[in-house]
């Protein structure tokens, strides 16, 4: 138990699997595993990549913050809103640790990855002007895309593609060339959602760095599957969501180095976010605080504290080789079916695995899945270029997170063969 009354982890499950990874503990954590769906099927869950489960210690801290803490942050001198803000704020250091940012100011709340690239997008946009370039790759996710179309819209920008190969690889020679003396910005997605490929980040910071272009990295996809240290990968900004890293909706995080978060400015005015108000003249709070306009996600940082000191006694190196080893045999087993093509066979790949089955459309495919308890999902992912791409409409994408097993591959492959007897 923490000094307020609530838990700072899932207990002796999460302690235990501290030193060696157990699939068998981890899956005690998530009550929500047990659900059997569809009258009578157990569930079985494969669409981490849009939202994974919550450990019970996450729902249980929320819960507890509202039986006994909740007030306003910042605003009161009264017991309970102490007791909101130390909790609040206590998140802000856990989400700095989790990144290895340098200071607690440099983690900026948001509500996820989405309004983190449009709080950025915004303070860039008004630094911009005709002719000048922003750099996205052609595997983002619409939330990467979107803001700095609106951006260039605005300004007279121009937006540039960095190309990908058929695996689903950015091609490094095009981006290198494609960085040039209008470059201003580069926004790149570190791990793709809809094929799984991670990305050289690093190199590719680097590459821009030495042009003087700042980076922003969306970790929403990766933040699950790999340890991120944003000292060591030198970016600019960087954004997760809460709900893909085990935590709830609505809440997530905006990383800027200082120097970096202090050149933006403001994205929303109100309470909060002000140091003076009159009518002629408003001041502004100190970062991070400027950013966070109005009565904040109290519950939701709360709870992604409560996951992310649940992830942090995990041995993420037993994570990644169990998550690699359920990708490696979804791949072979899936790919073994006769209709099927896999979309996406980058030589670094998270847990994900994409595909498309035959003449059958991939929205059949997960409404099959789903009478067997299955979940998957089926559809653009957000991802419509990347569809383009590949001459697809949709594809069928199963992605893996802590708590699936190989058990659950079988039962997926096998049912996949189910899919093909009714429609092929």
Partial sequence: MNRLGGTDGCGATAAAARDAFD??????DFPILDRVVRGGEQLLYLDNAASAQKPACTVD????YYRNSNANVHRGVHALSEEATLLYEGAREKAQRFLNAQRSAEIVFVRGATEGINLVANGIARRLQAGDEIIVSQMEHHSNIVPWQMACSASGAQLRVIPMNQAGELDLSAYAALLGDQTKFVALSHMSNALGTLNPVKEMIRLAHERGVQVLLDSA???????????????????????????????GVLYGRAAALQDLPPYQGGGEMIRTVTFEETTYNDVPWRFEAGTPNIAGAVGLGASIDYLERLDWAGVHRHEQELHDLATEQIGAIEGVTLIGTAATK??????????????????????RGIAVRAGHHCAQPVMDFYSVAAT????FGIYNTREEVERLVAALQ??????L
């Fill in 23 to 28: 699939v068998a503990a981890v899956r005690r």
């Fill in 61 to 64: 801290a929320i819960d507890h």
């Fill in 221 to 251: 996809q990766a933040a699950p599957h790999v340890r991120i240290d944003v000292q060591d990968l030198d970016c600019d900004f960087l954004v997760l969501s809460g709900h893909k890293l085990y935590g709830p909706t609505g809440i």
């Fill in 350 to 371: 998270g847990s994900i695995v994409t595909f498309t089955l035959a003449d059958v459309h991939p929205h059949d495919v997960g409404t099959v899945l789903d009478t």
């Fill in 396 to 399: 069928v994408r199963a992605s």
């Fill in 418 to 423: 189910g899919v093909r007897e009714v429609f």
